[in-house]
């Protein structure tokens, strides 16, 4: 039974890339994810480490937290025994049943507020100690995490916290196999690893506390380690959710991405070029703009 499971695996290596993508992909049909994400989320012990270790880091005990993007409650369920009062934000109507259920299973429905709507439009009815949001993607290109926390920061008590509270994105100049119809896609195997041809450098840093706008623009120098043809840029954020307590992307979230550049150009080995970078938070990697001028 495992040699079939690895032949089949073996099999979809190549489509899986963009299965993968699909799942990981927010759309308005479904209010949010597919079903099948949540289970990949929950099941990600890396990824909610991460945040459960900040849990730690702080003292939740009798503080009154906010929440965007509970979903089924992966992260919730490791805070809530702790606090005074919840207010958690979901925009999937969907799941209404689902979090009531265990909320009133847990002995929590008491000191929780479920907010559906919009987390980017919501107005809280109080100041919170800490607001916990999990709406990341590479480079927050693809969700919304900027642009909600510009709406919830100026619900932070004085001294208050964001989880997370700093995104640092890299890039590398690279060359991947793409087919026809997408400009990027997750590396969740090696065999799907770009030939990397420069070495990382930092894109910029989202303080979240601070950020303000959507529109990333900047131009990088950029000196070529290898001499190759140059078709995409290699991407990495590194999560700081709280001091300590890092996330550095999973095949669940914030995996390394491959995002073609608006067309190859070849690189020779220590001859510098300029990589210029034009994206929006909350968009899509599809229309993100990346080109090389030597």
């Not at 032949?7 to 979809?12: G, H, I, M, N």
């Not at 607001?131 to 208050?160: A, D, W």
């Not at 997408?182 to 041809?197: C, D, G, S, V, W």
Request: hydrophobic share 40%; charged share 20%; proline share 5%.
């Amino acid at each position: 039974m495992a040699f079939e499971f690895f032949s089949e695996l073996v099999d979809r290596y190549d489509s899986l890339k963009y299965e993968i993508l699909a799942a990981q992909t927010f759309s308005e049909e479904h209010f949010g994810f597919p079903p099948i994400y949540y289970k990949v989320m929950e099941t990600d012990r890396t990824r909610v480490r991460s945040f459960t270790k900040a849990f730690e880091h702080y003292d939740f005990t009798d503080k009154v937290i906010c929440e965007a993007g509970v979903g089924t409650l992966a992260l919730t369920k490791h805070f809530l025994p702790l606090v005074k009062k919840a207010y958690l934000i979901e925009y999937n109507p969907d799941l209404k049943e689902f979090i009531q259920a265990e909320l009133t299973k847990n002995g929590w429905a008491d000191k929780v507020e479920v907010i559906y709507g919009d987390a980017m439009k919501v107005a809280l009815p109080e100041p919170v100690d800490y607001i916990v949001g999990e709406l990341m993607s590479i480079y927050c290109g693809n969700e919304f995490q900027v642009q909600i926390f510009q709406n919830l920061r100026q619900y932070l008590k004085p001294g208050g916290k964001l989880l997370p509270e700093s995104i640092t994105n890299i890039v590398q100049l690279a060359h991947a196999d793409f087919d026809a119809t997408h400009k990027h896609y997750p590396i969740n195997f090696t065999r799907h690893l770009p030939e990397q041809l420069s070495l990382q450098q930092v894109v910029n840093i989202i303080d979240l506390y601070e950020v303000e706008g959507v529109v990333v623009e900047k131009t990088l120098e950029v000196t070529p380690m290898l001499t190759g043809m140059a078709n995409c840029v290699y991407m990495h954020s590194l999560v700081q959710v709280a001091e300590g307590c890092n996330f550095t992307g999973t095949d669940s979230l914030m995996p390394p991405t491959v995002c073609q550049l608006e067309k190859p150009v070849q690189l020779e080995k220590g001859k510098a070029v300029r990589l210029h970078i034009q994206f929006e938070y909350g968009t899509s990697l599809d229309a993100a703009k990346f080109w090389v001028e030597q």
